[in-house]
């Protein structure tokens, strides 16, 4: 484990810092809860040993600021355990009433400093494996199973904050919708373990598409989403109506040049897509009403002959 061991006498923080190195811990030593505070947001420790009386700053103080600092953290609880001088039923009382997890006496036995440490890295392994198992789940609850793009609820909360920011800086914004054409025709024919490998690569050249269209500095912040069945949306705020167009056109033509077969898809041969952009030069009126002028436009490149971006 990481220790912080926060203690202003010299002599007992020699004495604890080799016993807990012999215990195979690596110890950072502050000598007040000022410098305890900065060293614990610079080295994230596993575990706080906190002396209670020191200068400049004492334990409580320093474990209420390290409190506060958690709470603006997600899962974030490192277990502080008080030194004490003597193990009295007040000292823990205080203790735990302070945000500290439990206290150790400073004249503990060896063993059960040892032992006591063994539990606390019981501790320490199963908060690691919890904020993995977190991250984890909070990784999958943004994506969309199959095509492991944003999905539609990630892409609505992505989408408020982004139109708010475009609404108060009068910046431009774009949205494209995209349609798989004959999609329904592509699934009949092929059967929908490969009608879901079509999904699967449109959306990785779709977002391929959005990643260049980031890193070439056509726009700043894109990204893409599965929007429904067979539909996606790409989001474009910061990007010139030549970018926005650019970036269309490229779309179209990175999930022509994937050639995936489709025999039911008019003459083409392979998979199309239909693309409807709406732009605004400066954003206003609502995002609804954006995402309704991009329908119309997909509605209408459909209605001219699919295989097409119309823009409105
Ligand atoms: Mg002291």
Redesign the pocket.
Known sequence: MKILLV???RAIATVMTARLQSFGHEVILAENGKIAVEKYQKANPDLILM????PIMNGFEATNQIREHEATLQWAWTPILFLTASDTSENLITAIEAGADDFLSKTLPEPVLHAKMKAMVRIAALRQKLSAANRKLHELAMRDGLTGLFNRRHMDMLLDAEWKTALQKRSPFGILLLDIDNFKKYNDHYGHQTGDDCLRKVAQALHNATESANSTRLTQGAFTARYGGEEFALVIPNASVDSCESIAGSVLDAVRDLGIPHAKNADWGIVTTSIGCAYLNVASDTIAGIFRTADTCLYRAKNNGRNRVEFG
Do not use: G, R, T, V
């Not at 002396?51 to 020191?54: L, P, T």
């Open positions: 203690e202003d006498a002396d209670i009386e020191m």
